[in-house]
């Protein structure tokens, strides 16, 4: 099968669980890996999508649509995992749900040595706090671990935190052979 | 500029004066918590005692969450000062249903009052701050409706752009440094959530 087809389904797929689970807010940073998912929630009539200026205020942003009776989830890159760790206690605290999707850098054969120290420490600092950590690297296990995820956190109460392997996302190479 | 004279408690009794369940109340921590509880306890009040810089956008994801309710946020000069780019994410969202007050007292009241970043230049060699003008930044951000409260007479219309007034609405409102009592709401944060959510009449899961 075509890469880019495949990549397509997987994302779309995360949007179809998205809807499965009720989610009404989507907090994102600009991303390339999760791209098309943040476009299909701009468009979605559903879900409420909103730009952050740093990942931080995507915890916050959970904890009061979650006061006001709202399912989120927060889309980042392991690279702004770092920013939202003092928070990540809200969810802890409060006793509230929480998901997080994120692209992973620093990870699988990156090519720029600046995106690996917060990339490798990510599902470490997230354990640190307490957040449930699931990892996929294989776009036919996308849609399971996602619900998976939504399950344990929704209907579980947990903190969960995917990481989207970059196995699975693909080796960014700025043109670099 | 002058020195302030307005004093931060019956201020806020004031802004809360007869709130009803239409009004969703997020208090930032520290000095704003102690002022809001000491206005009357209530279930829908989120008192924070900690995630400094986090009643903004909490405020926000409330906001939108409960479009038919007004979601007030009163904080401090110190917590707004750390989350500063949330006041963008508000603006580019335009909640109008919700409004920030910003009690400044130009200090960190819960460390010693040490000075903020509004606080003067040239104020000697430990009060000295930057002179930031929060409103303006909030404009800046694109809350077109953000403003500066320094007087007595203005108290009555910042009660209403505070309770009805189209939102986002910002306003910065300078009050005196004073040594006031700790007034402590509930401290457990499940519980205080869940008591929130219970009065909105959502269902525990």
């Known amino acids: 099968m075509n890469v880019e087809l495949k990549s397509a389904e997987w994302k779309d797929q995360i949007f179809d669980v998205f809807q499965d689970h009720d989610i009404k807010q989507v907090f994102h940073v600009p991303d390339a890996g999760h791209s098309r998912l943040i476009e299909l929630c701009q468009k979605s009539n559903s879900i409420r999508t909103l730009a952050l200026t740093t990942e931080e205020e995507g915890i916050p942003l959970a904890a009061g649509a979650w006061l006001g009776g709202q399912r989120s989830v927060l889309l980042m890159q392991s690279s702004g995992v770092g920013n939202t760790i003092n928070l990540m206690g809200m969810p802890k605290t409060l006793r509230f749900p929480f998901l997080t999707l994120i692209t992973m850098r620093g990870d699988y054969g990156e090519f720029n040595s600046w995106q690996y120290p917060m990339g490798q420490a990510t599902p470490k600092v997230l354990e640190a706090m307490g957040v449930l950590v699931y990892s996929v690297d294989k776009p036919e296990e996308v849609k399971a671990t996602v619900d998976a995820a939504a399950r344990s956190a929704f209907n579980g109460g947990q903190s969960v935190a995917v990481l989207l392997r970059q196995k699975l996302l693909g080796i960014k190479n700025f043109g670099k052979k | ?205």
């Open chain 2, 1 to 205: 500029m002058s020195k302030a004279t307005l004093q931060r408690r019956p201020l806020v009794k004031k802004i809360l004066e007869g709130a009803d369940d239409n009004l969703l109340v997020i208090a930032g921590l520290g000095s704003a918590n102690w002022d809001v509880t000491e206005a009357g306890d209530r279930p829908l009040n989120m008192p924070l005692w900690g995630s400094m810089g986090a009643p903004v956008p909490m405020g926000l994801g409330l906001a939108l969450a409960q479009p038919k309710k007004r979601v007030l946020v009163i904080t401090g000069d110190g917590d707004m000062l750390m989350s500063l780019s949330s006041l963008a994410t508000v603006a580019a969202q335009q909640p109008d249903n919700l409004a920030i007050v910003v009690l400044d007292n130009e200090k960190f009241g819960e460390t010693g009052n040490q000075a903020t970043a509004t606080a003067p230049r040239n104020n000697g060699p430990t009060d000295s701050g930057a002179g930031t003008d929060l409103a303006m930044i909030a404009k800046g951000c694109g809350i077109a409706d953000s403003g500066t409260v320094r007087e007595a007479g203005e108290v009555a219309q910042l009660v209403k752009d505070a309770r009805i007034t189209k939102g986002p609405v910002f306003r910065l409102v300078k009050v005196m440094v004073e040594k006031l009592e700790f007034v402590m709401p509930p401290q457990d944060g499940a519980h205080l959530k869940d008591r929130f959510r219970q009065a909105l009449g959502i269902k525990p899961t």
